[in-house]
């Protein structure tokens, strides 16, 4: 069997698994299976068929002395992986953002830990809390019995939040935070207020 034969990719029966040639499924007609007579459908384009180039030529072979790849050590390696410090090859490197890591690292931040480059949002807490503590003051009386809640849980937001991560591009915003207490002890000092003036004005 020729190189070239080997690297044709498989076309196999759904049924059975016996591998079909290059023209069972072409110009969109039926076939059938040589082995399990199942009818088959379906249409395969050209590209299917077509061998692949030869990717060794991406990555240079290594020769006698040098850093080789740790998955691939046949391959000159191009680049440490800045998570783990393996030597990888061109092929195996894996660019992310402005780091260079290794397939074993990529996979962990994909499934386990998160890399900082592939989390795509944060909860930002102090944000959070800026919000809760702000809008309800700019209601105002529309929403008075409910500043004892809102103005709690803007505190909670901000302390609860104070040491979490925050957000990608500008941080934890402490600062956020700070206004959230505030506005979140003024909720509560305006619900008292009010809650004060109505009992006295009751007796």
């Not at 023209?23 to 007579?37: E, M, Q, V, W, Y």
């Not at 088959?40 to 180039?53: E, M, N, S």
Request: aromatic share 10%; glycine share 10%; net charge positive.
């Amino acid at each position: 069997m020729s190189a070239a034969t080997a690297s044709i990719p498989a076309l196999a029966c759904p049924q059975c698994g016996t591998a079909l040639t290059p023209d069972a499924l072409s110009g969109g007609r039926a076939s059938t299976c040589p082995r399990c007579r199942s009818e088959l459908h379906g249409t395969v384009f050209p590209a299917f068929w077509k061998i692949p180039a030869d990717l060794s030529g991406r990555a240079q072979q290594a020769g006698e002395g040098e850093a080789v790849c740790f998955f691939h050590p046949e391959n000159r390696a191009a680049v440490s992986c800045e998570k783990c410090g393996r030597f990888v090859c061109s092929v195996c490197e894996c660019t992310v953002g402005t780091r260079h890591l290794c397939p074993s690292c990529l996979s962990s931040g994909l499934a386990g830990e998160k890399l900082p480059e592939l989390i795509p949002w944060r909860f930002v807490w102090a944000d959070a809390a800026l919000f809760t503590g702000i809008m309800p003051l700019v209601l105002g009386i529309f929403m008075w019995p409910f500043l004892i809640f809102s103005g709690a849980a803007a505190i909670f937001l901000a302390l609860f939040g104070w040491k979490r991560p925050g957000s990608l591009p500008r941080g934890r915003r402490r600062w956020a935070a700070i206004v959230g207490i505030i506005g979140g002890v003024l909720q509560i000092a305006i619900w008292l207020t009010v809650a004060i003036f109505l009992y006295t004005s009751r007796t």
